[in-house]
């Protein structure tokens, strides 16, 4: 091969493969890192991203160059030179995938066997899925249960799902990973938040009706703020007077992604309008405090004419104290409405 040809396919490669790492870098396409693990999938992302813009640079000079000087002349209609094969060759392009393929697996599984590695000190959280909710579970904190994922930096923390009804998917985009939840299996997901700040969690499994509201928060704390927060709250279960806001069971738990409540700024469509709740109440014949009540911890036993059975999940788990702050709250704010 002339200097020049080899000099023509380098110039061309080099062009390709910076236009090429141009649109890599330059375009934000993963979202910020947020935990160990992610910071570890990104980096099997960029190492395989990085092989294919060498393969893609060589691809285009050599198709390049090949179309730039071999292209047939306009009145040639003769056949080609008969080539059969090249041991040589075809050595050559086996073996370099071969051994690019197989390094891109020894990291996936390097990386695959540190993320699952858990730490000292491991942080359980149970998490139930249900259409159309989450719900955390502390078991280190009497079984604390929250609709908010609340986790303290930098400590190893597995994630245990269950399913109540059908598969859904648990996504925190900045932490990495998804982990789909399935009935009757128990899957589970390792992580280390390694930044404090407030993530969206997203099913990401089509689910049903409710699919797209079924988002809540994971918010990252400091470790000191993490264990106050968990003090307070096993304090304020607990206790036998606690003062509860109705207003924050409301907002811990996710009912504002299905109702509508002017009093909470909430403006769901999925379920019964709760600012019409003493209407609501009159159709069941029901005294409006036992109507609530029923309709929270166990909503199939009386459904709203025009929506479905169940849609909305139970939440017979609410600890006494909350649910009895949530009824007072929505028979105030449904007689304001
Ligand atoms: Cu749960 Cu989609």
Same mark, same amino acid.
């Given at each position: 091969m002339r200097r020049g040809s080899i000099l023509a396919l380098i110039g061309i490669g080099t062009l390709a493969g910076g236009m090429a790492t141009a649109v890599a870098v330059l375009l934000p396409w993963l979202p910020e890192d947020a935990s160990k693990e992610a910071g570890r999938i990104d980096f099997v992302f960029w190492f395989t991203v990085g092989i294919c813009i060498m393969i893609f640079a060589l691809v285009v000079a050599v198709l390049l160059y090949s179309i730039l000087n071999f292209r047939a002349k306009p009145d040639d209609d003769s056949d080609g030179p008969p080539i059969h094969g090249h041991t040589g060759l075809e050595i050559v392009w086996t073996l370099i995938p071969t051994i690019l393929v197989t390094s891109i697996g020894i990291v996936s599984a390097i990386v695959l066997g540190r993320n699952d590695a858990l730490g000292k000190n491991v942080l359980h959280v149970n998490v139930t899925a249900q259409q159309f909710a989450w719900s955390f579970q502390y078991p280190e904190a /009497? %079984? #604390? !249960?929250?609709g908010v994922l609340r986790l303290p930096v930098g400590r190893s923390v597995l994630l245990s799902f269950t399913a109540l009804d059908v598969i859904h998917s648990f996504w925190v985009p900045q932490f990495g990973q998804k982990e789909d939840t399935v009935p009757g299996l128990h899957t589970h997901l390792h992580i280390t938040p390694t930044k404090t700040g407030t993530f969206p969690v997203i099913c990401t499994e089509l689910c049903g009706l409710g699919h797209a509201t079924m988002r809540t928060e994971a918010i990252v704390m400091t470790p000191a703020a993490f264990n106050k927060w968990l003090k307070g709250q096993t304090a304020a279960t607990t206790s036998p007077n606690p003062t509860v806001s109705g207003a924050a069971v409301f907002k811990n738990n996710p009912c504002g992604s299905c109702h509508t409540l002017a009093a909470a700024g909430a403006s769901g469509k999925?379920?019964?309008? #709760?600012? /019409?709740l003493p209407q609501w109440a009159k159709q069941a014949k029901q005294p409006l405090e036992q109507f609530i009540r029923t309709s929270i !911890? %166990?909503? %199939?036993?009386y459904t709203q004419p025009g929506f479905p059975k169940n849609v909305m999940p139970p939440?017979?788990? #609410?600890?006494k104290a909350q649910l009895d702050a949530l009824v007072q709250y929505l028979i105030q704010s449904s007689k304001k409405g």
């Open positions: /009497k %079984n #604390l !249960t929250t999925i379920g019964p309008d #709760l600012d /019409k !911890t %166990n909503p %199939n036993a939440f017979s788990s #609410l600890p």
